[in-house]
């Protein structure tokens, strides 16, 4: 019998202490309804579970990512549906502007809501965003830059790439572009018809007039009730091929010469984008063959005739001129030379190795995906052309400039990546790309669009007719794109859920298991400490000896 060391005592306060620390611990658990609150509780369960805590978030911001991508493929498609509509006006009006029935001002008012289409279509283009990101100018798919103006970029995607083995590559390149002029086009001719002096002039009937002769004395200015419709002062607006516009006003007291002159100015200010050379002057353009100054040959043999000239070969050079019906019915305006594009031979390589990339042959001025499958490149049409003006024959000569690759126009392109990303996954390179083309006015061809004329808006039809079918195809990628977001929210929510239903198998408590565990140990607590109340007791018993 001991007093000094109470033995029993001791084993069950160690008994009682571990009771209360299991009780302690399942309180926790019991509270919270986790089986696992510490490292300490499961480590391998822990670490199991924490990974699958963050595939769960990945899967669930993923799932909002998608429904964000989603909003953003609605704003843009959305716009592209306005822009349609004003598409199928554009068509509609090019269809009437067509008819003959109507008059050159009739057809210059089409032109002029024509013209407020395409601004507005630039405008969708250029300010639908979606959280200050512009969506439809081709900069959510590629930055580019050029060396000139003149050279521009169209965009109808991303440059990013996946290769057979699921790696997803976004390119960035500059490329070199030669071109080489294989056919030399020809720019457009007119005239107008033969200038008289008018009846009861000084002098003869039917006399061929003089340069200097006055628009008031010619024939062709008076209308059969002897009316003189240039009374008052009238505009006439002359549009190139390329959609600039320039107007001169014709007064009574202009000469056949001033006439000219104040025509040759206009086009040469409409056409020194293209052509800087000093034979490009406004007298060369536009002519009055006067008496005594026609040629054998070329353009300017017809007497009394003006003779307008295009040192812009292709459609871009045409000239029309709208202008009351009676003013044009008296400069008798016809083709005589209908333009012609260049022919060029393209090589497009790496700016840095010298690489071939790609090579072809074209008309006109447009690389449709040749430098690369998403990319439309507008490059001078006047490239490697020459232009000079033959005294002799009064027209102008187109001659290739260079003689082989060394001496070629070139050009230079920078193309970077910017691919729309959305991340639609919980890990790295789960991903989805979408691709933005630019739809603006010059990338969809419509800057073109012409009904200052019959043919020209019968041919504006086709171009409209091409414009709307790049715009469906966009909006056709863009649905396309939205219905698979749709099923990738719908398999990211399954996969959420079902690895949530596997965390929680590791995580959480089995409260009822738990609660068993409780009341047992909830007995052994109340076990113990009787027993340790007992235990204390003992060594009291000694002391009985000492009665």
Known sequence: MRVYHNIPALFT?????????????????????????????????????????????????????????????????????????????????????????????????????????KEEIDRIANTTQFNKKKLLDGSASILWSTDTPDTKVFVRGGLR???????????????????EAQEIGQGQVLKTDIFKLKHGSAAEIGQVASSDSKLYDIDKFWDANGKFMLDDPQTLTLVMGDGQQRSVTIYADDTLASLAEKLGGAIQDMQSAYVSTAAVTAGNLVQYVAPGSATTSGNLTVEGTIVISSAVVGKAGEITFIGDEDLLKALSLSQVQESKENRFTVTVTDAHSGDSVAEASVTGNLLVGIVHENVDVEFNSM???????????????????????????????????????????????????????????????????????????????????????????????????????EHTINNLTTASQNLTAAESRIRDLDMAQEMMNFTKLQILMQAGNAMLAQANILPQAVLQLLR
């Open 13 to 117: 306060y160690n008994s009682l202490s571990t009771t209360n620390d299991q009780l302690q611990k399942s309180i926790n658990k019991l509270s919270t309804g986790l089986r696992i609150n510490s490292a300490a509780d499961d480590a391998a369960g822990l670490a199991i579970s924490e990974k699958m805590r963050g595939q769960i978030r990945g899967l669930d911001m993923a799932v909002r990512n998608a429904q964000d991508g989603i909003s953003m493929i609605q704003t843009a498609e959305g716009a592209l549906n306005e822009t349609q509509s004003i598409l199928q006006r554009m068509r509609e009006l090019s269809v009437q502007a067509a008819n003959d029935t109507l008059t050159a001002n009739d057809r210059q008012a089409i032109q002029l809501e024509i013209d407020q289409l």
């Open 161 to 179: 790439q996946v290769d057979a083995y699921g790696q997803k590559t976004a390119l960035e390149g500059n490329y070199k572009v030669t071109i």
């Open 383 to 485: 490239a490697d052309v020459t232009v000079s003006w033959s005294i002799t024959n009064g027209n102008w000569s187109f001659k290739q400039i260079s003689s082989g690759p060394t001496d070629a126009f070139t050009t230079y392109i920078h193309l970077a990546d910017n691919t729309t990303v959305f991340q639609i996954g919980a890990n790295e390179g789960e991903d989805m790309g979408v691709d933005l083309g630019d739809m603006s006015v010059r990338s969809l061809g419509i800057h073109r669009v012409l009904v200052t004329d019959r043919e020209s808006a019968a041919r504006s039809i086709s171009i409209i007719d091409g414009a709307i079918d790049k715009v469906s195809s966009q909006r056709a990628k863009l649905g396309a794109y939205q219905n698979r977001l």
